[in-house]
């Protein structure tokens, strides 16, 4: 089965970080661009970053940008977003998906997502 597996959400303070991670099943993700996607209640999915299959190229989205670092580790096929300062406004699912980076546009292997949630 085909698919990418969201994890490392949780409920944290303002102020603080949190890793997610986002692994692959059943195929190779350094094929890939990967990239984060978030959508709040009420509101329509968004993209939050993107990294190119080599890693050599990222894109932010300008609400996180100088707070999220996206990395990935081909050798382990995963894919990471390092959230620091994180504000109430980031409280979403995040996903993680197939991208076109230079777009922050998600097209496929969509994951189940995973839950933040930023309140003091």
């Known amino acids: 089965q085909l698919q990418l597996v969201e994890s490392g959400g949780g409920l944290v303070q303002p102020g603080e970080s949190l890793r997610l991670s986002c692994a692959a099943s059943?195929?190779?993700?350094?094929?890939?661009?990967i990239g984060w996607f978030r959508q709040a209640p009420g509101k329509e999915r968004e993209g939050v970053s993107c990294i190119s299959r080599d890693g050599e190229y990222t894109n932010y989205a300008h609400s996180v940008k100088g707070r999220f670092t996206i990395s990935r580790d081909n050798a382990k096929n995963a894919v990471y977003l390092q959230m620091t300062s994180l504000k109430p406004e980031d409280t979403a699912v995040y996903y993680c998906?197939?991208?076109?980076?230079?777009?922050?546009?998600?097209?496929?292997?969509w994951g189940q997502g995973t839950q933040v949630t930023v309140s003091s």
């Open positions: 998906a197939a991208c076109v980076t230079a777009t922050l546009t998600g097209y496929h292997y």
């Open positions: 059943g195929f190779i993700l350094d094929y890939y661009d």
